[in-house]
C-alpha cells in the first residue's frame, strides 16, 4: 500500500514550492521538496554590466534578505576592485544588515512560523488569540524595517549602499533614534522566550547533523567572517565555498542542491549558534537559558529558537554599533572612488537563513563575465529533504493532517526563501 | 472665518431623480440655514461639487435662481468622482463651493429676445437660464430653445421640456439625431436643423448656446449666418478645472488669457474668436 | 456592504510587494480586518480562494506555470491589480529577453538544467487584462495604503504620473544629470517614490518604470550628449523595464528623433 | 527713503539679529554645485555668492505638496492648521526672485484673494541682495534686474560694505534694534556703488542679447510654426522647468482617504502643464494631447497670455529653467527661434 502525502503549495513562506512524500509498505520512498519558483537567471542577466549596476540588480534576488544580498554583492566587487571602506562604513553596514536580521527573524518567528505552533492560519489569527503578543512582534518587525530604511534608504531593496560606502549617511538624530527603538525591542522580545520555551516541539530522530556558517577571528559572535567553518571539522576560505557548497542540478526542483562531502548540511540560525553560539553573552546568552535550548541538536525545529536568540542578539548588537557610531560622530563622506579594473571577487555574509556568497569575475572595463550566487535555501534544500524524511519516518503513526502538517513545520523552520534558492 | 478658499460647504442631498441612463438629477440644500439663506447665483454659474472621500468637480447649477432653497444638478456619470456621486444614497452629505464663473450677463440681455441652443449635456447649465426667463418672463421678449440629442432616451428634462411645448409664451423646438426605435413624435434631425424656418431679429436676440465641442462648430456658422454679431453670441465652456477660482491653472485658454472658471464659463463668442485653442 | 474579497499572489519575483504589504505593520490588521481576505499564502495557510473582487499580483510571468496561475486567477477576479514593477513592466528579470532562454539556462544551470522550463519574461499586461498598475520595486507603502483606502471605498485609486524628476524638484534635491553629470533616468521614469535615489545622491535607474509618455529618445540622446557609453544607456534603460525602453534603443538606432541625437550619432561616426 | 551702511565684517552678527523677527531662511549650499533657501541654523552656512537657488522663494507661500483640509464623513470639511503661517524672515533675495513673488501677488490677488497665501507673504520680511549674474540670467530683458518695492531690506554689496535701503517700518526696526553695526553713508561708498551699478549694469546688458518686446505678437504669429515640434522633440516633459519657476503656479488637489473611509485630508501639489494629463478631461478629450502643444502652451502662456492680462511677462528671467533642463532647452533660444534672430 502506497501513502502519499502532498502539499501543494507550502504556505506561509516566501515563494512557490511543494512537497511530496510517498510512503510505500511502511516505508518511506521517496521524500520531495518541489521548488516550482521560476528561474529568473539573474546570474546570467547581469552579465556584460558594469560592476557598480550590479548590486542594484541582484539584490532583486530576494526582497527579505535584499540587504545582504545588495551587501554581499557590494563586498564581492570590493574584493574584485581592491576597495577598502572606512570603519565607519563598515559599522553602518553592519548595522544594516541587522536591520534586515531583525525584519526577516521577526517577520518569520511572529507572522510565519508561530501560527503553526498555536494551531491558528496566520497572524491575523494570532491576533485575536495573542493580541499583545503580535503587537510586540510587529513592533520589532518594523523596528527592523526602520533600520533599514534609516541606513538603507529603503526597507526593501536599500539603494542607499554602494560599493566604498553610502550615498547619504544617516545623521547623528536618525541613530539615536534606532538606538532607543533597539531598546525598546529588547524590552519587547523579553516575553516571547517563557511563550516559546512552552511550545510543544514534534520530535523526529536523526535530522541532519553537519552545520555550516562563518566564523570572525575567534571572539567574534558575528554576520561576518573571515573563514567557512563546519561542524564536521572542515573548513575553508571565503574564497572557497564552492568546495563546501557543490552546487547541483536536481529535476525535481528550479533551485540546485548542494552537499558537503556527499552529505547534505544545515546553514541558518541553528548552525550558527551550534558553531559560533559559545561566543554570545549578555541577553543573547540568557535568551538561551530562557529557552532552554540545548545544542547541538538534531531537529530543525529548534531553529527557530535559535532565531529567537538571535533577534535578542541583532537587537543588543545593534544597539552596541548605534553607540559606537555616535561616538564616532557622523561627519558625511563620499564612497571611495573606485577604479574599473579586471578580477575576482567573493563576498560572504550570513542572512537570515544562512550563508550567503557572491562571487564576481570582472574584465578590465569592470564589467561582468561571470556571476556566481550560492543563496542558503539552496544550500538547506538537501537537508529539507533529509530532515523531512527523518520526521515522517518518526510519525508514521500519524493522520495525512497531521503528517502534512509537521512536514510542512519543518519546511518552514528552515525558514525558507524560495524565490532566493532559485534566483 | 476659514481662510481656506478651497473649503467646501456641506450639503445634504435631498432627492435623486434618475433622468437618462447614466444621467441623474440632484437636488441638494445647504446643511447650514443660513448658508440656504444666503446663497445666490446666476444662471450659467457652477459649483464645485465634494463627494466626500473621493474628489471634487466643477458641476453647472442647473436650477433656477427664482427657486431659491434646493440647488438642481444633473450629473453625468463619467469617472472617478461621477461614480462615488452614484454611489451616495439619498440624504448623503455632500461638499459644495461656489458659486463660480460669471454666469450670463443677465442685466445686458433683459429687454432683448432669448434664443438657447442646447445640444446633449449642454441643456443643463442653461436650463438655469431658461427657467430665470421664463420666471422672469416679462424681461424678456420672445424666448426660444432648441434642443438636439441624439435620441429620445438620451433628452435630459424631457418630461419638463415638452409640457413647455404648450406655452405660448415661449417656443420649445426640440429634436432627435435618430429615434432609434423609441417612442417620439417630435422633429428628427440635427440641432441647427431647427434654425429653418424660424425667423430671428438678430440685432434683438441674445443666443446662448451649449453642446460637444462640434456642436459649437455648427452652431456658430449658423448663426452667424443669420446675422449675429459675435458679441451676442454666448457660449459655456467646458475644461479640466481643479480650483474653480483661478489658481489652479487647468482650465486657461489662449496661453490663459482667460480662465474658463473665473472669466468664463460664460464668453460671448467674439471674447474668444482670435483666441487658441477654444473650439 | 460585503467586505471585498481579495486576493493576493506571487508570479516570479522576490516577493517584494508582498513583503510591502507585510511591511504595513501598522495598518496591516486595519487592512485585512476591511476585507475578506481570500489568499495570501506567503501569510497564511487558510487560502480559500473561489471567486474574488480584487487581486493583487506581483512578479512577472517567467514560465508557463506563472501563465497558467496568472489566467486562473484572472478568471476568477472582478478586478486585477499589477503590483511592483515586473508585473507592471517586467522587473529586471525582462532586461535580457534578447537572450535565448535555452542560451542562458546552459549558463546558469549547465546541461543537466534542460528539464527547466522558461519563457521570455513578459508583465502580467501581456498575457491577461490588468485593470490597475502600482508600480515601484517595491511598490511604495503610501501608495499602496491610499490605493487599497481608495478601493475600499470603491474608487480607482489615484496614482502618481509625474516623472521623478518633478519629485526630485519639490524636494529640492541637487539635479545628478545636470549638476554632476550623472546618467539619471529621473526625466522619464514615473514618480511616487518622492525621488528616493536623487536623494540619497544616487540617480534614478527607473525601478518605478516610465512615465506613460516617455521621451526615450530624447533622454538617451542628452545622455549620448554628455559622452556616456551607448552600452551603459541601454543597459540603464532596460534595467526594470525593457519590455518598455527596448523602444529607445530602436528608436535612437534607427532614425535619430532630435536634433541632439542626430549631433550624437554624428560624433560617433566622426 | 533711508540708505544706510553696513559693513561686510558686521553681516553676520546683523544676520544673527534677524531670527528676533521669525525663523530666518537664507541661502545655503546643497550638494556640490547647488544651492536651497533653508532655515539658517549656523551662520557660517550663509552663502551670499549663489547665484540661484533650486526653488524660488515662491515654496514658502505656495508649498510643493501641502494638505489644505481635514474631512471626516459626518463633519465634512476643515482648514488645517497652516503649519507655514508663522513669521519668517528670508534673507538674501535677488531682485529677480523678489519681483517674482510680486507677479505671484498678482495672480493670487486676481479674482478670489487667496487669503492663505497673504497671511504667509504678510508674516514674511524679505530682505534683498545684490547679485552676481552667470551665463543663464537675463533679468535685464525680463525688467527684474532692479526692485523699487518687495522688500524690507535691500542689501548691495558695494566692495568692503553693503548699502542698505530701508524700504518699510519692518525693515527699520531691524535696522533700529542693530543700529550699532550701521553707519552714514559717506561720499567714497556713494561714488563706488555709482561705478558699481554702473558696471552691473553693463554687464547685464552685455550678456543679454534678448529682448521680448514682440513677443505676444510673434507667438500669435508663428502659432502653427514646426519650432514648436523641434524643440518638443527635446523636451523630457520632465516638469523640471515649471517646479523652479518662480512665477509658475499650477496645482493638482487630490484626495486622500484613511484606511477607516471615515477621515481623510485633501492635498494641494504642484502641477504642471507639460504633463499629458494637465488637459485632459473626462472621456478623453485634452485639449493638449500633443507634447508640442504642450510646449508651446508655456510659452503661450508666459510670454503672450501673462502680457495680455497683466501687462508684462511672467518671466523674471532668474535663469532656473535654462540651468535645469536635462535637455538643455534654453528660453533665450526658443524665443530668438520666433523671433528669427537665431
Ligand atoms: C464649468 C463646468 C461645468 C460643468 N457642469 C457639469 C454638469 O452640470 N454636469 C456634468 O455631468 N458635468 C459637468 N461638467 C463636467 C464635469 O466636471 C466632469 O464630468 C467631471 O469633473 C468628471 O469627474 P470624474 O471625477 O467623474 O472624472 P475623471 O475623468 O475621473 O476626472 C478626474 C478629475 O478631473 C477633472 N475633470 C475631469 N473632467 C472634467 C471636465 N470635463 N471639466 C472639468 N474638470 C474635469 C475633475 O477635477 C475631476 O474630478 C462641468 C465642467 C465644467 C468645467
Ligand atoms: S537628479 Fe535625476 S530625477 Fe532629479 S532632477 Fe536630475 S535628472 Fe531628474
Ligand atoms: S528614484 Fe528611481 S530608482 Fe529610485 S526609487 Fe525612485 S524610481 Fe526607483
Ligand atoms: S521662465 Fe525660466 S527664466 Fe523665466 S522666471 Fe521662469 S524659471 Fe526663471
Known amino acids: 500500500m502506497t501513502r502519499k502525502i502532498q502539499v501543494n503549495r507550502v504556505a506561509r513562506v516566501e515563494g512557490y514550492g511543494g512537497i511530496q512524500v510517498e510512503i510505500a509498505d511502511g516505508r518511506v520512498k521517496d521524500v520531495k521538496m518541489n521548488i516550482l519558483e521560476g528561474a529568473r537567471f539573474l546570474e546570467g542577466l547581469v552579465g556584460g554590466r558594469r560592476f557598480d549596476e550590479v548590486p542594484d540588480i541582484i539584490c532583486r534576488i530576494c526582497a527579505i534578505c535584499s540587504a545582504v544580498h545588495k551587501l554581499t554583492a557590494i563586498q564581492a566587487m570590493e574584493d574584485a576592485l581592491g576597495v577598502q571602506v572606512s570603519e565607519r562604513t563598515a559599522l553602518l553596514r553592519e548595522l544594516l544588515v541587522q536591520g534586515g536580521n531583525i525584519e526577516s527573524h521577526a517577520l518569520h518567528i511572529y507572522c510565519l512560523a508561530l501560527p503553526d505552533f498555536a494551531g491558528v492560519a496566520s497572524v491575523i489569527e494570532l491576533n485575536s488569540t495573542h493580541p499583545d503578543t503580535v503587537a510586540e512582534g510587529l513592533r520589532i518587525k518594523k523596528l527592523g524595517n526602520q533600520i533599514q530604511e534609516t541606513v538603507g534608504g529603503r526597507a526593501i531593496h536599500p539603494e542607499n549602499a554602494v560599493i566604498g560606502g553610502f550615498g547619504r549617511l544617516p545623521v547623528a538624530d536618525d541613530i539615536k533614534r534606532l538606538r532607543d527603538g533597539m531598546a525598546q525591542g529588547l524590552d519587547d522580545v523579553q516575553a516571547l522566550l517563557p511563550f516559546v520555551r512552552g511550545l510543544e516541539m514534534p520530535d523526529y530522530r536523526e535530522g541532519s547533523s553537519v552545520y555550516v556558517a562563518l566564523r570572525n577571528g575567534d571572539k567574534d559572535f558575528s554576520f561576518y567572517g573571515d573563514r567557512i567553518v563546519c561542524s564536521d571539522g572542515a573548513e575553508y576560505p571565503l574564497s572557497g565555498y564552492k568546495e563546501l557548497t557543490n552546487e547541483f542540478v536536481v529535476p525535481h526542483s528550479n533551485a540546485k542542491h548542494s552537499r558537503h562531502n556527499g552529505k547534505p548540511f544545515v546553514v541558518g540560525a541553528l548552525a550558527r549558534l551550534t558553531l559560533n553560539g559559545d561566543r554570545l553573552g549578555g541577553a543573547a546568552r540568557r535568551a538561551i537559558d530562557a529557552l532552554g535550548l540545548v545544542l547541538p541538536t538534531t531537529n530543525i525545529l529548534y531553529n527557530n529558537h535559535a532565531q529567537v536568540v538571535e533577534l535578542v542578539w541583532a537587537l543588543e548588537r545593534g544597539r552596541d554599533i548605534c553607540e559606537r557610531l555616535l561616538e564616532m560622530g557622523l561627519e558625511q563622506e563620499k564612497p571611495v572612488e573606485v577604479k574599473a579594473r579586471a578580477g575576482v571577487g567573493t563576498g560572504a555574509i550570513e542572512a537570515p537563513r544562512g550563508t550567503l556568497y557572491h562571487q564576481y569575475e570582472l574584465d578590465e572595463e569592470g564589467r561582468v563575465v561571470k556571476a556566481d550566487v550560492v543563496t542558503p535555501t539552496a544550500q538547506n534544500l538537501s537537508a529539507f529533504e533529509h530532515d523531512m524524511r527523518a520526521m515522517v519516518e518518526s510519525n508514521q503513526g500519524d493522520d495525512d493532517a497531521t503528517l502534512r502538517l509537521k512536514v510542512e513545520m519543518v519546511v518552514r523552520a528552515y525558514d525558507p526563501c524560495i524565490s532566493c534558492s532559485v534566483h | ?279 | 456592504m460585503a467586505k471585498p474579497r481579495i486576493g493576493i499572489y506571487g508570479l516570479t519575483g522576490c516577493a517584494g510587494d508582498q513583503l510591502a504589504i507585510l511591511n504595513c505593520e501598522d495598518e496591516l490588521l486595519d487592512i485585512v480586518n476591511a476585507v475578506d481576505l481570500r489568499s495570501f499564502s506567503m501569510a497564511s495557510s487558510s487560502n480559500p480562494e473561489g471567486e474574488i473582487d480584487v487581486a493583487f499580483v506581483e512578479g512577472a510571468v517567467c514560465q508557463q506555470r506563472d501563465l497558467d496561475e496568472l489566467k486562473e486567477i484572472r478568471s476568477r477576479s472582478k478586478l486585477l491589480i499589477a503590483i511592483g514593477t515586473c508585473a507592471v513592466w517586467g522587473g529586471v528579470a525582462a532586461a535580457r529577453n534578447d537572450i535565448d532562454r535555452e542560451k542562458l539556462k546552459e549558463k546558469v544551470y549547465g546541461p543537466s538544467g534542460s528539464f527547466l522550463e522558461s519563457l521570455p519574461v513578459k508583465p502580467l499586461g501581456e498575457h491577461v487584462k490588468v485593470d490597475l498598475a502600482i508600480s515601484g520595486c517595491p511598490i511604495e507603502k503610501e501608495e499602496l495604503i491610499n490605493s487599497v483606502a481608495s478601493l475600499l471605498r470603491g474608487d480607482l485609486p489615484l496614482l502618481v504620473s509625474f516623472p521623478v524628476c518633478t519629485s526630485c524638484k519639490m524636494h529640492e534635491y541637487e539635479c545628478l544629470l545636470v549638476k554632476r553629470g550623472q546618467l539619471c533616468l529621473g526625466p522619464i521614469t514615473r514618480a511616487g517614490c518622492e525621488a528616493r535615489c536623487p536623494g540619497l545622491n544616487r540617480v534614478c535607474r527607473g525601478c518605478r518604470g516610465p512615465v506613460d509618455e516617455p521621451n526615450a529618445a530624447s533622454e538617451v540622446a542628452l545622455l549620448k550628449e554628455r559622452g556616456f557609453d551607448r552600452r551603459d544607456i541601454i543597459n540603464a534603460l532596460a534595467t526594470f523595464a525593457a519590455p518598455a525602453e527596448k523602444l529607445a534603443e530602436q528608436i535612437v538606432g534607427k532614425e535619430p528623433a532630435c536634433q541632439s541625437a542626430q549631433d550624437a550619432s554624428q560624433a560617433e561616426k566622426e | 527713503m533711508r540708505i544706510i551702511k553696513l559693513k561686510k565684517e558686521h553681516l553676520r552678527d546683523f544676520v544673527g539679529s534677524l531670527s528676533a523677527f521669525g525663523k530666518l531662511y537664507a541661502p545655503q549650499a546643497r550638494g556640490e554645485k547647488s544651492f536651497v533657501l533653508k532655515e539658517l541654523k549656523d551662520l557660517s552656512n550663509l552663502r551670499l555668492d549663489y547665484r540661484r537657488t533650486i526653488l524660488p522663494p515662491k515654496k514658502f507661500f505656495n508649498r510643493p505638496d501641502e494638505t489644505i483640509l481635514n474631512f471626516s464623513s459626518d463633519n465634512g470639511y476643515q482648514a488645517a492648521a497652516d503649519a507655514n503661517g508663522g513669521r519668517r524672515v528670508l534673507f538674501g533675495l535677488h531682485a529677480c526672485d523678489i519681483k517674482g513673488l510680486e507677479i505671484l501677488d498678482w495672480v493670487m490677488r486676481d479674482g478670489y484673494r487667496d487669503e492663505k497665501y497673504f497671511q504667509r507673504r504678510e508674516r514674511t520680511a524679505v530682505i534683498g541682495v545684490s547679485c552676481e549674474p552667470d551665463e543663464s540670467c537675463f533679468c535685464l530683458a525680463m525688467q527684474a534686474d532692479n526692485v523699487e518695492t518687495g522688500y524690507d531690506l535691500f542689501l548691495s554689496d558695494v566692495n568692503s560694505c553693503y548699502l542698505v535701503t530701508v524700504r518699510t517700518s519692518l525693515g527699520d526696526d531691524m535696522v533700529n534694534a542693530n543700529q550699532e553695526l550701521f553707519q552714514e553713508v559717506g561720499k567714497d561708498t556713494i561714488e563706488a556703488f555709482k561705478k558699481k551699478t554702473h558696471a552691473h549694469a553693463r554687464k547685464l546688458d552685455d550678456m543679454c542679447d534678448l529682448s521680448v518686446s514682440q513677443m505676444p505678437e510673434l507667438i500669435e504669429l508663428e502659432y502653427m510654426s514646426d519650432i514648436w515640434k523641434d524643440y518638443a522633440k527635446r523636451c523630457l516633459s520632465c516638469g523640471s522647468c515649471t517646479m523652479v519657476c518662480p512665477t509658475c503656479t499650477c496645482y493638482d488637489i487630490r484626495d486622500e482617504v484613511e484606511l477607516d473611509q471615515q477621515r481623510g485630508t485633501r492635498k494641494k501639489r504642484w502641477d504642471s502643464c507639460f504633463f499629458p494629463d494637465y488637459a485632459a478631461v473626462a472621456g478623453g478629450e485634452n485639449f493638449r494631447a500633443e507634447a508640442y502643444s504642450r510646449f508651446r502652451y508655456r510659452y503661450l502662456h508666459k510670454q503672450d497670455g501673462f502680457v495680455a492680462k497683466y501687462g508684462r511677462s511672467s518671466c523674471v528671467g532668474c535663469g532656473r529653467c535654462i540651468e535645469i533642463c536635462p535637455a538643455k532647452i534654453d528660453l533665450r533660444d526658443v524665443i530668438k527661434s520666433i523671433e528669427g534672430v537665431t
Open chain 2, 1 to 279: 472665518m476659514s481662510v481656506e478658499l478651497l473649503k467646501p460647504e456641506l450639503a445634504r442631498i435631498v432627492r435623486i431623480k434618475p433622468m437618462v441612463e447614466d444621467h441623474h438629477l440632484f437636488q441638494v440644500r445647504f446643511e447650514d440655514a443660513e448658508t440656504v439663506e444666503s446663497f445666490r447665483h446666476r444662471p450659467g454659474q457652477f459649483v464645485e461639487m465634494s463627494v466626500i472621500g473621493s474628489g471634487e468637480m466643477p458641476i453647472s447649477i442647473s436650477s433656477s435662481p427664482t427657486r431659491r432653497g434646493i440647488l438642481e444638478f444633473c450629473v453625468r456619470r463619467v469617472g472617478r468622482v461621477t461614480n462615488a456621486l452614484y454611489r451616495l444614497p439619498q440624504n448623503s452629505l455632500l461638499g459644495l463651493r461656489g458659486p463660480y464663473g460669471n454666469g450670463f450677463p443677465i442685466e445686458e440681455m433683459k429687454g432683448n429676445n432669448l434664443l438657447i441652443v442646447a445640444g446633449g449635456l449642454g441643456m443643463v447649465p442653461l436650463r438655469s437660464l431658461l427657467w430665470y426667463a421664463l420666471d422672469n418672463r416679462r424681461d424678456f421678449k420672445e424666448i426660444t430653445l432648441m434642443y438636439g440629442c441624439r435620441s429620445p432616451a438620451e433628452m435630459l428634462f424631457r418630461y419638463e421640456l415638452e409640457t413647455l411645448t404648450v406655452r405660448d409664451d415661449m417656443s420649445c423646438l426640440l429634436t432627435v439625431d435618430d429615434k432609434a426605435g423609441q417612442e417620439w413624435d417630435g422633429n428628427v434631425g440635427v440641432a441647427t436643423d431647427l434654425f429653418a424656418g424660424v425667423e430671428f431679429d438678430a440685432a434683438n436676440t441674445y443666443a446662448a448656446i451649449c453642446g460637444p465641442p462640434i456642436f459649437y462648430k455648427y452652431v456658430i456658422q449658423k448663426l452667424l449666418e443669420r446675422g449675429f454679431s459675435k458679441g451676442r453670441i454666448l457660449m459655456s465652456l467646458e475644461r479640466k478645472m481643479k480650483c474653480g477660482i483661478g489658481k489652479c491653472g487647468h482650465c486657461g485658454i489662449g496661453g490663459a488669457k482667460k480662465l474658463v472658471c473665473i472669466d468664463g464659463p460664460i464668453f460671448t463668442y467674439w471674447d474668444v474668436v482670435d483666441m487658441r485653442e477654444v473650439i
